[in-house]
């Protein structure tokens, strides 16, 4: 599922990124549902490249087992090439693949984990790459974090927009969570992440606009 795929070149570069084509890419490689009631569940596996860097966000269960690998390389991409893996929050069904990623450091609600090494993130706030980033949104769970990608540029012309990915929402259109640990704070989660984004990715659904 195509979002965004064109390069873009900065006007003011940071440090670091001077002469580099930008090119800040969200794309979904698998479509979530929810069927039977919750028995049958795929997670929405999203695809996002900050320039050069790859990141996949909820590589969970996929009625496909080889969905995800098949769905990179038409990206050109293998599960080596992903250097970072972000979960939305801990249920399997978004994270059953998580391991498939050798080469990439794991992100959640409130660490970063490379190899052996574990390094809290306290907050749940942080900065991944120029234009990718997580919050703390709970609600549907505790640990529920939203990635949110920013001046994603092509998917309205002559318009930065900016990209959420959580479980605030399970589809459009799903207006509650029968499922929610909280949900007074999945409220104003949502209040919050609704201030910030265009489009949402949900947890089992494809994308839709917000405003
Ligand atoms: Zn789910």
């Not at 698998?30 to 997670?43: A, F, H, N, P």
């Not at 909820?58 to 009625?63: A, E, N, S």
């Not at 794991?106 to 809290?120: N, P, T």
Request: net charge negative; charged share 20%.
């Amino acid at each position: 599922m195509f979002l965004s795929t064109i390069p873009r070149c900065l006007a003011s570069p940071p440090l670091g990124w001077v002469n580099e084509i930008m090119n800040t890419n969200v794309f979904i490689l698998v479509e979530g549902y929810v069927k039977d009631g919750g028995e049958t569940v795929q997670s929405t596996v999203t695809l996002i490249q900050d320039g050069e860097t790859n990141l996949i966000v909820d590589p969970g269960m996929t009625k496909d087992p080889f969905a995800i690998v098949n769905a990179l390389t038409e990206h050109k991409l293998t599960p080596d090439d992903i250097s970072f893996v972000i979960i939305t929050h801990h249920h399997p069904d978004h994270t059953r693949h998580m391991g498939l990623f050798p080469k990439a450091t794991l992100i959640d609600y409130s660490a970063k984990y490379e190899q052996d090494k574990w390094y809290d993130l306290p907050t749940g706030d942080y900065q991944i790459t120029p234009h990718v980033k997580t919050m703390r949104t709970p609600g549907h769970t505790k640990e529920d974090i939203t990635v949110l990608v920013s001046e994603v540029h092509t998917i309205e012309p002559n318009k930065l927009v900016t990209v959420g990915i959580c479980h605030l929402w399970w589809y459009e259109g799903k207006e509650d969570d029968p499922t929610a640990q909280d949900m007074i704070a999945l409220r104003e989660s949502r209040k919050k992440v609704l201030g910030l984004i265009d489009y949402l990715i949900p947890g089992h659904g494809n994308f839709f606009k917000v405003a």
